[in-house]
């Protein structure tokens, strides 16, 4: 089993629509979740972070984390063209600073 | 701020050549990390640094794989030899031991090995 596992899609949405991309983990330990983007043919970036239980909002995104069921997911609201990338959860667990990677939802929003 | 520096940006080079790509991290960040990222196998850890020292090695692949860290501004990652299968984009990134949990990555070293 893989320690972050992703649906690698495609996802495809209409602009304006709600893109709801998942994650979940094995390391039951971790504490710190975390959502990048990456656009084809650029690094990684980070775009939400969460550490708790329950929702976490920055404008038109929206973590969502459970630690029960080892869950994390990112609600992008209001989708536009722009939004169109790969998007990478990414897990450190308890104890040192190693941070691990699903394999990425690849998200097209069509205009 | 200059980011995490990486160089070369784009290396071709054949099987059975030595391969060497450079990092710079950003300037106070006390964590180092080395990634490689492929179609197949997406972003994996291959090694990290803290202050300089080797923390977590275990995602290297094999011992055609080392990587160091002489001081807190240079790390380097090698393959020798290297093998087709290297191909990849290999991604060093930094982040400081507080404040935000944020790592920053580098613009990657694409590396083809025909």
């Known amino acids: 089993q893989k320690e972050v596992e992703q649906n690698s899609g495609p996802l495809s949405v209409p602009e304006g629509a709600i893109a709801s991309l998942n994650c979940t983990y094995s390391d039951r330990g971790s504490q710190s979740f975390f959502w990048y983007r990456q656009y084809s043919g650029k690094s990684p970036e980070l775009i939400m972070s969460?550490?708790?239980?329950g929702d976490k909002e920055d404008g038109r995104f929206t973590a969502q984390l459970n630690k029960a069921s080892q869950y994390v997911s990112l609600l992008i609201r209001d989708s536009q063209p722009s939004d169109s990338a790969t998007y990478l959860c990414a897990v450190r667990g308890a104890g040192g600073f190693k941070t691990i990677f699903g394999a990425g939802t690849r998200l097209f929003v069509k205009a | 701020d200059a980011g995490v520096i990486q160089s070369p940006r784009h290396e071709v080079t054949e099987m059975g050549q030595e391969v060497t790509l450079r990092c710079k991290p950003i300037s106070g960040h006390d964590y180092l990390f080395w990634y490689r990222q492929t179609m197949m196998r997406g972003l994996e850890l291959l090694i990290y640094?803290?202050?300089?020292?080797?923390?977590?090695d275990s995602g290297m692949p094999e011992d055609r794989f080392s990587a160091k860290m002489p001081n807190a501004s240079f790390s380097t990652l090698k393959i020798q030899p290297s093998e087709p299968r290297d191909s990849a984009v290999y991604f060093c990134a930094s982040r400081p031991t507080g404040g935000r949990d944020t790592i920053y990555f580098g613009e990657g070293s694409w590396l083809t090995v025909v």
């Open positions: 640094f803290n202050n300089n020292v080797p923390i977590d």
């Open positions: 969460i550490y708790s239980n």
